[in-house]
């Protein structure tokens, strides 16, 4: 249910910023739990796949939604 919602709000761009750091926690967190055997490829590459995008998400954390969504509407 997080990642829906989380992702429909980052589609229509709102409170970008915040959605877009709880994901990323909760990206990072998802990693951790479930990916830790690293000694298992096919476990590190969905580890570091799910890091992959928190990197992603911290960059809309740090550069906000853009002109078109919904947050540069206000």
């Known amino acids: 249910m ?3 919602v989380g ?3 980052l589609i229509l761009g709102f409170q970008t910023r915040i959605v877009a750091l709880i994901l ?3 990206s990072v967190a998802t990693a ?3 990916h ?3 000694s298992d ?3 590190f590459i969905h580890f570091f ?3 992959a995008m928190a990197g992603g998400l911290l960059q809309v954390v740090a ?3 853009g002109r078109y969504s919904l947050d540069a509407r206000r």
């Open 7 to 9: 992702s429909i709000a």
């Open 63 to 65: 550069f906000g939604a």
């Open 2 to 4: 997080t990642e829906i």
């Open 32 to 34: 951790l739990t479930f």
């Open 49 to 51: 796949k799910n890091i």
């Open 41 to 43: 490829l096919n476990q």
């Open 36 to 38: 830790n055997n690293l």
């Open 24 to 26: 990323a926690l909760f």
